[in-house]
């Protein structure tokens, strides 16, 4: 039996909906089934279980925003660029997804199954975009040969992440996207030079 994909893609944007309004813990199958105007059996035949509807939520729309980033970044040259060009992006995304940057943010990281199971590939692929722009810079004299990528793209993640959950956690927010992500990258460009 070939299986609906656009029910599936309906099933995640309403899971999306759901875990952002009630929470991961507190959402139930039939809730997203309701949401999504299906039969809370359809679920089942996509999904094993609320975690893998969480999980594969996250893999699709990472798989998305990796798409967009990479498109992005191919019409930059220069890794400073590039940097800022990467957080301005991962800021204006929280930005204009609010339901889905707090179940990104706040909901995935409830789930125990996500946080002991999941192997990390798109989220790992995502990281290394800053990686490969830190090793690009550092071949064309941009950024200092000491940087080491690896350890450079998590600290640059951390700042991205903890202005999210900010963002994601605050009734009112005090600082745009572009200020944000100014200081952000002037901070963090001034560390790589």
């Known amino acids: 039996m070939a299986l609906d994909d656009n029910k599936r893609q309906r099933i ?18 039939s809730e997203i089934a309701k949401a999504a ?14 975690d893998d509807v969480l999980i594969s939520l996250f893999e699709e729309e990472m798989s998305k925003i990796i798409a ?13 660029k590039k940097v800022r060009k990467f957080i301005e992006k991962h ?13 990104i943010q706040i909901e995935l990281r409830q789930s125990n199954k ?14 290394n975009i800053l990686s490969s722009i830190i090793i690009e810079g550092q071949k064309k004299g941009e950024i200092r040969e000491d940087i080491i990528p690896g350890i450079t793209k998590r600290i640059l993640f951390g700042a991205l992440d903890e202005m999210s959950n900010y963002w994601v956690l605050s009734k009112k927010r005090k600082y745009s996207v572009a200020v944000s992500a100014k200081m952000i990258g ?8």
């Open 12 to 29: 995640i944007k309403a899971a999306a909906s759901v875990f952002s309004k009630n929470g991961f813990y507190k959402s139930r199958v």
């Open 37 to 50: 105007n299906v039969a809370d059996g359809t679920i089942y035949l996509y999904f094993k279980n609320k």
């Open 68 to 80: 967009t980033m990479i498109e992005e970044l191919s019409k930059i040259n220069s890794a400073e």
């Open 91 to 103: 800021l204006s995304l929280i930005d204009e997804n609010r339901e889905l940057a707090e179940v």
């Open 114 to 127: 996500f946080m002991k199971e999941y192997s990390g590939t798109k989220f790992h692929d995502y990281l």
């Open 186 to 193: 002037d901070i963090f460009i001034n560390g790589l030079k």
